[in-house]
């Protein structure tokens, strides 16, 4: 089965565990999906950090170079006459432009409502909990293997328990579920 193709807003990068999930799913060799997002939605990712973490400049250009780096292939600009035909809020008309352009099926978003007129698109719009839920039900071993990895890489969480706790702190809570189920 061919990976599908789904865009990630800022917003979903923003969150340590959030991000840490979707990329590791990402990424090589375990590729559930393929992530994409433009210099736009990064310098988005970029903004909100600066205004809302105490990063200095060393540790936010690590950050941001390990995000680039977890998927190489993941920078795709729109035209700008593309961006404007998106028919959805003003502020993520690029992210749905950025969709349409690499033919993503799915945005990744914590902003659902502000994407209304994606579907005419042929682009669904998921919160990350429903987009994780739905790999997890596609590819259950390899979301398990690739999550088995990811706390094996991290310090903290140290377990797929800690792991699934801090999901759903984070709001992940159906995937939360899923994952306690495989411990």
């Not at 920078?75 to 961006?83: F, I």
């Not at 997890?136 to 094996?152: N, T």
Request: some cysteine; charged content about 30%.
């Amino acid at each position: 089965m061919q990976p599908r193709r789904a865009v990630l807003d800022a917003n979903v990068l923003f969150s340590g565990v959030t991000r840490h999930i979707l990329l590791a799913l990402a990424a090589e060799p375990t590729l559930v999906y393929i992530a994409t997002w433009s210099r736009r939605i990064l310098q988005e990712l970029e903004r909100n950090i600066r205004r809302h973490w105490n990063l200095g400049p060393r540790e936010l250009a690590r950050l941001l170079d390990d995000i680039r780096g977890s998927c190489p292939d993941a920078v795709v600009d729109p035209p700008v006459e593309l961006v404007r035909l998106m028919p959805n809020h003003d502020k993520d008309r690029h992210v749905l432009a950025t969709a349409v352009a690499t033919r993503a099926e799915v945005v990744v978003t914590n902003n659902v409502r502000d994407f209304r007129g994606a579907d005419a698109w042929r682009v669904r719009v998921q919160t990350p909990d429903d987009f994780l839920c739905d790999l997890y039900r596609d590819e259950p071993d390899k979301v398990k293997a690739a999550m088995v990895a990811l706390v094996g890489r991290l310090s903290n969480p140290t377990s797929l328990q800690e792991l699934a706790d801090r999901c759903a702190l984070a709001g992940l809570r159906r995937f939360a579920v899923l994952l306690r189920e495989t411990t």
